[in-house]
């Protein structure tokens, strides 16, 4: 099982990304898919989750980041618009077989992706 994610790259503030994540070896339209970011010198942080058509966003990134999934290609995005450079991280996919009350933790996540970094210049 493997998730592979892709799209990150250097922004101006402002500008919008979308990340994709790839996931292969297994159907992950029952599962939780997610997710993080780490940024330089931080621990790694929750920003947004999907299952089960519900979806939950970190306060910081809500209203400005969109978590989507397409089942059928077993792909989720992640749709990242007025980009601060406090955004500015290593973005990890995750996934999961079931959805917690714990789903902000990363702990919580049995499948990562290898990350893909986000620069986001002011």
């Known amino acids: 099982v493997q998730l592979q994610a892709s799209g990150g790259g250097l922004v101006q503030a402002g500008d919008s990304l979308r990340l994709s994540c790839a996931a292969s070896g297994r159907t992950f339209s029952g599962y939780i898919m997610a997710w993080f970011r780490q940024a330089p010198g931080k621990e790694r942080e929750f920003v947004a989750a999907?299952?089960?058509?519900?979806?939950r966003y970190a306060d910081s990134v809500k209203g400005r980041f969109t978590i989507s999934r397409d089942n059928a290609k077993n792909t989720v995005y992640l749709q990242m618009s007025s980009l601060k450079p406090d955004d500015t991280a290593v973005y990890y996919c995750?996934?999961?077989?079931?959805?917690?009350?714990?789903?902000?933790?990363?702990?919580?996540?049995?499948?990562w992706g290898q990350g893909t970094l986000v620069t986001v210049s002011s």
């Open positions: 995750a996934a999961n077989g079931w959805a917690s009350s714990d789903y902000m933790r990363d702990m919580k996540y049995f499948y």
């Open positions: 999907s299952w089960s058509g519900t979806t």
